[in-house]
T-cell receptor, first 113, second 114 residues
Framework: RKEVEQDPGPFNVPEGATVAFNCTYS??????FFWYRQDCRKEPKLLMS???SGNEDGRFTAQLNRASQYISLLIRDSKLSDSATYLC??????????????FGTGTRLTIIP | EAQVTQNPRYLITVTGKKLTVTCSQN?????MSWYRQDPGLGLRQIYY???????DKGDVPEGYKVSRKEKRNFPLILESPSPNQTSLYFC?????????????FGPGTRLTVT
């Protein structure tokens, strides 16, 4: 089983729709979780960290489900500018000196006018 | 302006010819890392560094070397490049890897080994 798994998509959704995708992780000891956004051929950029209690930033909501070992990203009222690949990132361990980050392969989202 | 810079941005080379990709950050970050990105495989960590003179292997370190002699610089060295190292490479830096620690990525280096 991969450490971090995402549905690669592509997800093609109409402008204004709500879209959600999940990311599962295999290491139950994982401590830090993030969603990054990557536009075509560009560097990834942090979209939001995912906190245990869930967090919201404008139209974006991130949630963590430790029992089922997944994180989710919800985008409301989607805009054309939301078209991108969304990367799930997990820090698999919390041992000092072993600060590896594992990236999912990404979910590709296209918003259609 | 806070940034991570990489050079060169594009490189075409031949098998076996040693090369170095430089990475520099101006944010006084302790944590730096190198990734390669390949279609269908996503971003995979090559090496990372917790601080000066402290480096460790990521998931795909074979064929690569790194050094961290100064806090701001983290070069990636390919002693004898091979075609399977053709990829898009990203350098990143951050204060750490905790939930409040954003990774700042460089613009990427597209390497082709023929």
């Amino acid at each position: 089983r991969k450490e971090v798994e995402q549905d690669p998509g592509p997800f093609n959704v109409p402008e204004g729709a709500t879209v959600a995708f999940n990311c599962t992780y295999s290491n139950s000891a994982s401590q830090s979780f993030f969603w990054y956004r990557q536009d075509c051929r560009k560097e990834p950029k942090l979209l939001m960290s995912v906190y245990s209690s869930g967090n919201e930033d404008g139209r974006f909501t991130a949630q963590l489900n430790r029992a089922s070992q997944y994180i989710s990203l919800l985008i409301r009222d989607s805009k054309l500018s939301d078209s991108a690949t969304y990367l799930c990132v997990v820090n698999p361990t919390y041992n000092f000196g072993n600060e590896k980050l594992t990236f999912g392969t990404g979910t590709r989202l296209t918003i259609i006018p | 302006e806070a940034q991570v810079t990489q050079n060169p941005r594009y490189l075409i080379t031949v098998t076996g010819k040693k090369l170095t990709v430089t990475c520099s950050q101006n944010m006084n970050h302790e944590y730096m890392s190198w990734y390669r990105q390949d279609p269908g495989l996503g971003l995979r960590q090559i090496y990372y560094s917790m601080n000066v003179e402290v480096t460790d292997k990521g998931d795909v370190p074979e064929g690569y070397k790194v050094s961290r002699k100064e806090k701001r610089n983290f070069p990636l060295i390919l002693e004898s490049p091979s075609p399977n190292q053709t990829s898009l490479y990203f350098c990143a830096s951050s204060l750490g890897t905790g939930e409040t620690h954003e990774q700042y990525f460089g613009p990427g280096t597209r390497l082709t080994v023929t």
